[in-house]
């Protein structure tokens, strides 16, 4: 049988259900050509529509293996992986795919729904499968898409079709032609609070703000009491830089939900926005609520350090590493702290720690090797400094470091050579100076 023949016929059973035939044609397929990633990856759809996952995963892999380069085969691999419940390597897979198609609709709502049920749990419940937090491989997506189009024509009164069936085009990529879907929705239904979400959402992201604003603003019209219509239209008015507008939605959504951790971090990010110092007590009462998130925790770390309050910016940092145990950010901050104490052993501590779990982490190295340095150690501080420039060395800190060792040296060209590195990898310094 050809490989054309094969394909045709293997895709007809995947299409008609017959999986168990299509498994059977593909591994036979596979086995006289095994160099063949096309026909490993129909293999992993059979499998995964067989509900074999671990199988179809490994299927999956044996594509991607031999087209490493294929974006699909990344998102493939990313979905068992999610579905496996390995989501660090499934946030990975999904960044790849990114990586290697920045556009690529499809992965980017995976990689959002992934870090949306990492951080929200609830979504991982199958009972939420008819919403649009949903893994969902390429031929999968499009085959959905295929079944909703034709139960629109044979169901034109039912317009929660046709609003689901918006939503996967934007995961596709088909921005424009769930606009004008749910424009037809609202249209024959004014009040369709779901298509007036989604669409203003899609407005969110093909930069429409002005009709944005509008939609939300219908929105919270139709049901004024609930916050997160105050919430999305202040996001809106913020992106149209209308921040006073902005401030006082938010701080709407505020008094409705006085409770909602989401509410105060918005409240307290559209305060830092506008330079408000209140913004800090905003981002401890979203901590306080929304207790195990580490981000939060950092933030009023950071913060609290910039306002000279150590032991609150200690205690916060330390929450923030007890719920993201390998989170180089705050354990970074932390050490800094206690260098700026000048209790060096237990900043040494700290950065060694990062480097056991993490030896690529260049900040870790070049604190490390700072502390090493005021503590006369040279030749140990210059191999930390070394050591990080290996790993980034587009980041200017351990450059300008080393500089100061072979200042110390005497090393006049060496260190020359290396301030001139350093001005080098200035011109990549917003990029390093997102913490600590």
Not at 121 to 133: C, E, I, Q, R
Not at 212 to 230: Q, R, V, W
Not at 278 to 306: H, I, N, P, Q
Not at 379 to 385: M, V
Request: glycine share 6%.
């Amino acid at each position: 049988m050809s490989a054309t023949s094969i394909n045709l016929i293997g895709a007809e059973l995947l299409r008609s259900g017959r999986y168990e035939e299509a498994l059977v044609l593909f591994a036979r397929a596979i086995k006289q050509h095994p160099e063949n990633a096309g026909w490993w990856n129909h293999l992993g759809e059979a499998l995964e529509r067989s509900q074999r996952i671990q199988e179809a995963f490994l299927a999956y892999e044996s594509a991607l293996k031999l087209q490493p380069d294929n974006y699909e085969y990344w998102n493939s691999c990313g979905v068992m992986l999610a579905l496996l419940g390995n989501y660090d390597k499934a946030e990975t897979a999904f960044c790849e795919a990114i990586n290697l198609k920045p556009d690529y609709a499809n992965a980017n709502f995976n990689l959002r729904d992934l870090r949306l049920r990492r951080s929200n749990p609830v979504h991982a419940d199958k009972s939420v499968a008819s919403t649009d937090t949903e893994f969902f491989t390429e031929k999968e997506l499009n085959a959905l898409i295929d079944r909703l189009k034709l139960a629109a024509k044979q169901s034109p009164a039912d317009l929660s079709i046709q609003v689901r069936l918006s939503q996967l085009l934007a995961r596709s990529g088909d921005l424009r032609g769930a606009v004008n879907l749910l424009k037809k929705v609202i249209k024959h239904d004014n009040e369709n609070v779901q298509a007036w979400l989604n669409l203003a959402n899609l407005y969110m992201r093909t930069g429409q703000k002005q009709l944005a604003i509008t939609a939300f603003e219908k929105l919270i019209s139709l049901n004024p009491g609930d916050y997160h219509g105050y919430l999305n239209l202040g996001e809106a008015l913020k992106a149209a830089k209308y921040f006073s507008d902005a401030l006082v939605a938010i701080r709407a959504a505020v008094e409705l939900a006085p409770e909602s951790a989401e509410c105060w971090k918005a409240w307290a990010q559209a305060l830092e926005l506008a330079q408000d110092g209140a913004c800090f007590s905003a981002y401890v009462r979203a901590a306080e609520l929304a207790r195990f998130d580490a981000e939060l925790w950092y933030t009023v770390g950071l913060l609290a350090r910039g306002r000279g309050e150590r032991d609150t910016a200690i205690a916060a940092l330390q929450k923030s590493v007890e719920h993201a145990p390998m989170s180089n950010k705050a354990w970074n901050t932390l050490g800094r702290i206690f260098e700026d104490m000048g209790n060096y052993a237990r900043a040494e501590e700290i950065y060694r720690s990062i480097i056991a779990y993490d030896p690529a982490a260049p900040k870790a190295w070049n604190n490390l090797g700072v502390i090493l340095s005021c503590q006369g150690n040279k030749n140990e501080a210059e191999a930390a400094f070394r050591r990080a420039i290996e790993i980034a060395p587009d980041f200017p800190n351990p450059w300008y470091n080393l500089r100061d060792v072979m200042l110390c040296r005497g090393d006049q060209a060496g260190a020359e050579e290396a301030r001139k590195r350093g001005v080098e990898a200035g011109h990549f310094a917003a990029k390093w100076a997102g913490d600590d």
